[in-house]
């Protein structure tokens, strides 16, 4: 599908993207919720080049939707590998400017040259995580950071809402 070109849309006050995403989220299955998740993400700025969800599962991390140009091999990421599994296992973003500087990446994409990852956190624990990489070197700034954490933190609220079961990715 192709990609919208325009630009990280800014509103006063609440970010538009979350407010498309809470709308989203009424009475929604979780298939549905995570498909137009991945869609609204992409769509809202002219640089996330593939934007992904995925949820644990065990000790794994499972891709569940994602909005892109290509499919990518890594639909399943074992907690503690890769930038992913860091993400998960540390509950922290992980931003990284340069791909082929960061040991941990794992190739999806040839044209992938940034990528962050943020955390879904759970009242408990990480419940799972949004991927998106990037064609552009240093692409993701601090309110794509900020928009992202909030569309997590709305994620979190919607999967411990429906009790989806999470992990303390320190005991794995």
């Given amino acids: 599908m192709p990609k919208s070109t325009s630009q990280t849309r800014e509103t006063p006050g609440d970010s538009r993207v979350l407010a498309d ?3 989203a989220f009424a009475n929604e299955s979780l ?3 995570l498909a137009v998740s991945v869609q609204i993400l ?3 700025s002219d640089h996330f080049d593939w934007v992904g969800i995925y949820l644990v599962r065990g000790k794994d991390l ?3 939707a994602y909005a892109g140009d290509e499919e990518t091999e890594h639909v399943r990421i074992a907690i503690g590998q890769g930038i992913c599994g860091s993400a998960a296992k540390e509950g922290q973003t992980i931003v990284v400017p340069d791909v082929n500087n960061d040991p941990r990446y794992l190739l999806c994409f040839a044209s992938t040259r ?3 990852v943020v955390p879904i956190k ?3 624990w990480v419940l799972g995580e949004i991927d998106i990489d990037s064609s552009r070197l240093s692409a993701f700034n601090q309110q794509d950071r900020e928009t992202l954490e909030g569309a997590a ?3 979190a609220r919607y999967l411990d809402g429906r009790h989806f079961e999470s992990h303390d990715p320190s005991t794995l």
């Fill in 21 to 23: 995403l809470r709308k």
């Fill in 62 to 64: 499972v891709l569940e």
């Fill in 42 to 44: 992409r769509e809202s």
């Fill in 31 to 33: 298939s549905k919720v």
């Fill in 114 to 116: 940034s990528e962050i």
């Fill in 153 to 155: 933190s709305l994620l």
């Fill in 122 to 124: 759970g009242r408990n």
